[in-house]
């Protein structure tokens, strides 16, 4: 039998090209790719990708400005000590067109520093200390200014005066985005009567909207995180709103603190040894770590088989890895909580009723500080109750880090899921399942810490750490028990006051019913069953009746008892005439 070959067409499109066929020609070679590589500035990386700064969208755009701006003048009045007095001012120039100025009563700018803050990314001074501040990376005013920049070609216009007596300087300034460097258009000493503060002027495309994301509530809910703030705003429509402060008491300065070991990494922890010169290992563990005294760095030397003495710079290899392994495994107390300033239990409520005036019921709580990756930090929460509040839509929840609000990205950040994962109606509220409670009822999260956790370089929602959800979701549950104790109590009131209303009903008709029967006036025969009715009330809502064994005491009286007199003769049959004295009521 012969096998025949079997042969397999080729799929179509698949053919096979025969080796005869030319190869393609090299487009590009390694010397010609090198010549088209160059550096790229930050200030030109975020020209095209300025959504990572949150300018999404013209609207979106709008907010981060006024958000940056206001931010910067907070933290120039608090760190100087200056009870801050602002002015947030949204000028439409035309259409899509708006001007925004924010002028604060802060230190002031000293000139050469004027450019370098305004238009320069990634120059501040808050990015290396280790203390609560609301700016972290030195990116958001010269980011706007950049912005502005790009979509009305108009420069940044700064106003700057740093005391009574001194100059000050007008300054129109725009950013080289391909040297990340500022570029002076104009300097001039102009006239101010402020004794000291900065005002900035930034002309952008943008949009105004109303609404959770839009400027009016970021200003409503910023008074409400920092009651020491005095705040004008001027809409682009409408009359001008004032806020003012309700408390004259600045928060404490924070304090700058050293990186704590447990949450040091490798590679910092080699650029802290390299950076020091002339030390010894315990020397560096001693003076640049907090909470490390000389004889845990001893400690820490010994777990990690470390001479204590040996030169700081010349340490790597095995003996660094097995250092940083040390740092993370020893015993060493939290860092201090000084690097932190919560806003406090009284003043959260106080800046609730700036924004919920008549409201029913506030609760607060500021947990105990504690510590992620080696940073302290401090959850507090605090929820307003009935009143006005609508009281058939999800709850209200203002989300805070570092006093700042945070509009944007609810669903990816850690303080709305720690809102989602309480059981609340364990409190007395209404939830569906998956959902926010629906009640009439306002909720504040506020994360302070030395470095929050931001998902992106917007700062719009906080990461989801183990560490800051737990805690989180332990200070609502206090505030939570409190509104519970709170709803408990005036359900059981309403129920004490459809009882007393039930009596009050009927009294008129039983003093009506007894006065006839008796031949005295009605109006004496209510006036002991009302004097009578708040001991009722008050007695079965509070404590049960007092047991006596030789006299029980009634809680209920009724008519008093007739006097004790001599009993009349007995009638024929056995009955005795009751007098009238007996059946009167006594007044």
Request: with cysteine.
């Amino acid at each position: 039998m012969v096998k025949k070959e079997q042969v397999t067409a080729p799929l179509p499109g698949l053919d096979t090209p025969p080796a005869s066929a030319a190869r393609p020609a090299r487009r590009a070679t390694a010397e010609s790719m090198a010549t088209g590589q160059r550096e790229i500035s930050v200030s030109e990386f975020f020209t095209k990708n300025r959504h990572l700064l949150g300018f999404d969208n013209p609207a979106k755009a709008l907010l981060t400005t006024v958000k940056e701006a206001v931010d910067n003048s907070l933290d120039a009045c608090e760190e100087a000590g200056i009870l801050p007095e602002l002015a947030v001012e949204i000028v439409e120039v035309s259409d899509g067109r708006y001007r925004v100025a924010v002028e604060d009563n802060g230190p002031g700018i000293v000139k050469p520093q004027i450019p370098k803050i305004f238009a320069k990314l990634l120059y501040g001074s808050k990015f290396h200390r280790l203390k609560q501040s609301r700016g972290q990376q030195g990116i958001g005013i010269s980011a706007a200014g950049l912005y502005g920049q790009l979509t009305t070609g108009k420069p940044v216009i700064i106003l700057s005066k740093t005391g009574k007596g001194r100059p000050a300087y007008r300054i129109e300034l725009r950013i080289d985005t391909k040297r990340n460097q500022p570029d002076v258009v104009r300097d001039d000493v102009a006239e101010w009567d402020k004794e000291h503060g900065t005002r900035v002027e930034i002309e952008l495309a943008a949009v105004f909207r109303g609404g959770r994301t839009g400027v009016e509530a970021y200003l409503e809910q910023t008074v409400v995180a920092n009651p020491h703030l005095g705040l004008t705003y001027k809409p682009p429509k409408g009359e001008t709103v004032v806020y003012p402060r309700v408390t004259n008491e600045l928060p404490r300065e924070a304090q700058e603190i050293k990186p704590h070991p447990h949450g040091v990494e490798l590679g910092m922890l080699q650029t802290m040894l390299a950076d020091s010169p002339g030390k010894t290992v315990k020397q560096v563990l001693c003076d640049d770590f907090s909470r490390v005294s000389p004889a845990i760095a001893a400690q820490i030397c010994q777990l990690a088989k470390v001479n204590p003495k040996a030169p700081a710079d010349r340490l790597h290899g095995e003996d660094l890895d097995r250092l940083h392994k040390a740092l993370g495994s020893v015993k060493v107390m939290a860092p201090p909580a000084t690097a932190v300033v919560p806003i406090g239990e009284a003043l959260l409520i106080e800046g609730l009723k700036r924004r919920y005036p008549r409201a029913e019921f506030y609760a607060s709580t500021t947990r105990a500080p504690k510590v992620y990756r080696g940073n302290p930090f401090v959850v507090e929460a605090a929820l307003a109750y009935g009143g006005e509040l609508p009281v058939d839509e999800p709850a209200d929840i203002m989300r805070f880090a570092n006093r700042v609000p945070l509009q944007y990205q609810p669903k990816a950040c850690a303080i709305s899921e720690s809102v989602y994962q309480i059981n609340w109606r364990g409190y007395e509220l209404q939830q569906p399942k998956g959902s926010l409670p629906v009640a009439p009822m306002a909720l504040v999260v506020h994360l302070a810490s030395v470095w929050v956790p931001f998902t992106s370089e917007a700062k719009e929602a906080v990461a989801h750490y183990d560490e800051l959800l737990e805690e989180m979701k332990h200070a609502l549950r206090e505030c939570g028990r409190k509104l519970a104790s709170h709803v408990r109590a005036r359900a059981h009131a309403d129920r004490e006051m459809k009882r007393r209303s039930l009596f009050e009903k009927y009294i008129p008709e039983v003093a009506l019913a007894i006065g006839e029967i008796l031949g005295i006036e009605k109006g004496k025969v209510e006036k002991p069953f009302y004097a009578t009715l708040p001991v009722f009330v008050r007695f079965d809502a509070e404590e049960p009746a007092a047991k006596d064994d030789k006299a029980p005491v009634s809680a209920t009286p009724s008519v008093p008892p007739p006097p004790e007199t001599t009993p009349p003769p007995p009638l024929p049959g056995g009955k005795r005439k009751k007098k009238p004295e007996q059946l009167r009521l006594v007044e």
